[in-house]
Every structure is written in structure tokens, then in C-alpha cells.
Nanobody, 124 residues
Framework: QVQLVESGGGLVQTGGSLRLSCAAS????????MAWFRQAPGKEREYVAA????????YYADSVKGRFTISRDNAENTVYLQMNSLKPEDTAVYYC?????????????????WGQGTQVTVSS
């Protein structure tokens, strides 16, 4: 089993920054893909970014490319999402997810493990 705990959400003004953390525990993470998704009220959960735990290679949705950065700390078993130049449309509950995979899934149903979510609100 894998346990994921997110933290770091909050309220920020347009143009501001936040860093989300996802602390992972329970199993070795080699060959795992860790990802961030978000879900705004009335909308489906959408892919934001992913990282291959072994290689460190990163992937982004077009909507956040150039503004968000996903990274991992192997020693701390933690994945981060640095969010810069935030916009009101980034407002959502952000979820950390994990799956054992060779590829990099981009759909929520492809992930096996989820955190509880953390709220990010960007005011205009």
C-alpha cells in the first residue's frame, strides 16, 4: 500500500506562488509515476503534471507549462509542485496520485493511490 499526504495549499493573489508537497510512504517508489491532478467545482479532475520517480523525467499539461514545476526528493519520499504566476483559473483542489507504471498516465482512472487533496485559491 501507498499513503500520500498533501500540504501547502492556501489563498494567494493573481501572479503569486505556492509550493505543494506530497509525502509518500508505504512502499519503494522505483518504477512509480507520481502526479498532480486538480479539480475545480463542477469540473472533472484534470491532469497537471507528472514525474517518473526513477528517472526524474517530468511532464506537464499545456495549461501549466512554463509556470509549474514538479520535482521529487528521493531521500524524503516527497514530491513537490512549485506553482508560479498563478491565475484565478488555477483555483481547485489539488491531489497527489501514484501508480506503478512504465509509461506516464494522464487520466485519473489510471492511478491507484490518491491523497486527500489540498485547496488552492487564487484571487483576482
Amino acid at each position: 500500500q501507498v499513503q500520500l499526504v498533501e500540504s501547502g495549499g492556501g489563498l494567494v493573489q493573481t501572479g503569486g506562488s505556492l509550493r505543494l508537497s506530497c509525502a509518500a510512504s508505504g512502499r519503494t517508489f522505483s518504477m512509480y509515476v507520481m502526479a498532480w491532478f486538480r479539480q475545480a467545482p463542477g469540473k472533472e479532475r484534470e491532469y497537471v503534471a507528472a514525474i517518473n520517480w526513477t528517472s526524474g523525467r517530468t511532464y506537464y499539461a499545456d495549461s501549466v507549462k512554463g509556470r509549474f514545476t514538479i520535482s521529487r526528493d528521493n531521500a524524503e519520499n516527497t514530491v513537490y509542485l512549485q506553482m508560479n504566476s498563478l491565475k484565478p483559473e488555477d483555483t481547485a483542489v489539488y491531489y497527489c496520485a501514484a501508480v506503478w507504471s512504465i509509461g506516464v498516465p494522464r487520466y485519473s482512472h489510471q492511478y491507484d493511490y490518491w491523497g486527500q487533496g489540498t485547496q488552492v485559491t487564487v484571487s483576482s
